[in-house]
């Protein structure tokens, strides 16, 4: 089966820096995604990654390792347009590549 | 260019009723999918396709029917409405793995309320 870790929530402070953990299970990885999610609206596409390795794309910037399970997202110069939902998905290609989904990071901007 | 474009917006449902939610895509995508999200549960699979003429269950299947006559769309069915159904629904859909990287793209989604 498949199993996506990743904490609920998470504070941070404007113009910090903040790094979202997620771990996951699977029997046939075949990449993983970062979504982000403001409330209220539909999910988009942050990153992908399906090597081990940092993908850096402006404030955002993803890492993968495969033989340990995870990955995680790291925001940089945080702003207040950042608080959203930040979510985990795999691929899984046993599974005709189904993409499932982690419940979530719920990340909370103070000023 | 539209994207996903899901309909409707929002609905509400009387137990027992059925209705079906509409997805269409003009990205010449072959994937495409229906997830569900409920607070605390993230986005569910409920069923996908990976081309027309093929679908298959995801994690949540049951009470929930799909088809794909098409490459552009993928309506999703309801038989019987149920309490258990109230949800936010999104369609996503993406090009299919041979593609290297398969971003999803999703709809704007659509509020259920089952009454």
Known sequence: GQNIDQPTEMTATEGAIVQINCTYQTSGFNGLFWYQQHAGEAPTFLSYNVLDGLEEKGRFSSFLSRSKGYSYLLLKELQMKDSASYLCAVRDQDRDDKIIFGKGTRLHILP | ?115
């Open chain 2, 1 to 115: 260019n539209a994207g996903v474009t899901q309909t409707p917006k929002f609905q509400v449902l009387k137990t027992g009723q059925s209705m079906t939610l509409q997805c269409a895509q003009d990205m010449n995508h072959e994937y495409m999918s229906w997830y569900r999200q409920d607070p605390g549960m993230g986005l569910r699979l409920i069923h996908y396709s990976v081309g027309a003429g093929i679908t298959d269950q995801g994690e949540v299947p049951n009470g929930y029917n799909v088809s794909r006559s098409t490459t552009e769309d993928f309506p999703l069915r309801l038989l019987s409405a149920a309490p258990s159904q109230t949800s936010v629904y999104f369609c996503a859909s993406s090009y299919s793995k041979d593609r290297g990287n398969t971003e999803a793209f999703f709809g704007q989604g659509t509020r259920l309320t089952v009454v």
